[in-house]
Antibody, heavy 120, light 107 residues
Framework: QVQLQEAGPGLVKPSQTLSLTCSVS??????????WTWIRQPAGKGLEWIGR???????SYNPSLGSRVTISVDSSKNQLSLQLTSVTAADTAVYYC????????????WGQGTTVTVSS | DIQMTQSPSSLSASVGDRVTITCRTS??????LNWYQQKPGKAPKLLIY???SLEGGVPSRFSGGGSETDFTLTISSLQPEDFATYYC??????????FGGGTKVEI
């Protein structure tokens, strides 16, 4: 079955760029029935949607993050990426990638999550 | 954006209890609502989609109901592995995906 694995630095300095990748195994990222999303969760808090990307490269982002976020897909590597610029302590969270089924917009496969701490 | 309000934010229950969690939305969304379960240190897991459809592999003691603005997630007989936090998610108007604040089910 499809599995997702996030990877990236666990510590990022304030004002720098957070960069994460999500590798897809057991299936192809280029699927017509799914798209891909990033979700984050600060410690002890709820889930916040960051944005989504289709295999075509089409994206949508959470307006609360403004122009700081970029999500992309690399079909040749079967992975998606997240970049968040100008980070602050408020961006400290567990970051999850997930697959979203077009039908019912259900997040049916999740990565295990990776913790990112923003600190000098 | 559609606002999601879950209640209660936490509850205490015992094994075997029937538990009901409520999710209210700020506008009518038909049945465009999903439910997730999250255990400590783990990613959320899809339980229910389209308000009442059980995701494959999810025990039948979980059920979802409601429509438009008021939804419920019911666990008919709480099991030890069900102690977790539960989130609702609206799928009527996306993006953005929006989630409820969560309900923590504790012993």
């Amino acid at each position: 079955q499809v599995q997702l694995q996030e990877a990236g630095p666990g510590l990022v300095k304030p004002s720098q760029t957070l960069s994460l990748t999500c590798s897809v195994s057991g299936g192809f990222i280029s699927t017509g029935s799914h798209y891909w999303t990033w979700i984050r969760q600060p410690a002890g808090k709820g889930l916040e949607w960051i944005g989504r990307v289709y295999a075509s490269g089409s994206t949508s982002y959470n307006p609360s993050l403004g122009s700081r976020v970029t999500i992309s897909v690399d079909s040749s590597k079967n992975q998606l990426s997240l970049q968040l610029t100008s980070v602050t302590a408020a961006d400290t969270a567990v970051y999850y990638c997930a697959r979203v089924a077009n039908r019912n917009v259900r997040l049916d496969v999740w990565g295990q999550g990776t913790t990112v701490t923003v600190s000098s | 954006d559609i606002q999601m309000t879950q209640s209660p934010s936490s509850l205490s229950a015992s094994v075997g209890d029937r538990v009901t969690i409520t999710c209210r939305t700020s506008q009518r969304i038909s049945n465009f609502l999903n439910w997730y379960q999250q255990k400590p240190g783990k990613a959320p897991k899809l339980l229910i989609y389209a308000a009442s459809s059980l995701e494959g592999g999810v025990p039948s003691r979980f059920s979802g109901g409601g429509s438009e603005t008021d939804f419920t997630l019911t666990i008919s007989s709480l099991q030890p592995e069900d102690f977790a936090t539960y989130y609702c998610q609206q799928t009527y108007s996306t993006p953005p995906l929006t989630f409820g604040g969560g309900t923590k089910v504790e012993i």
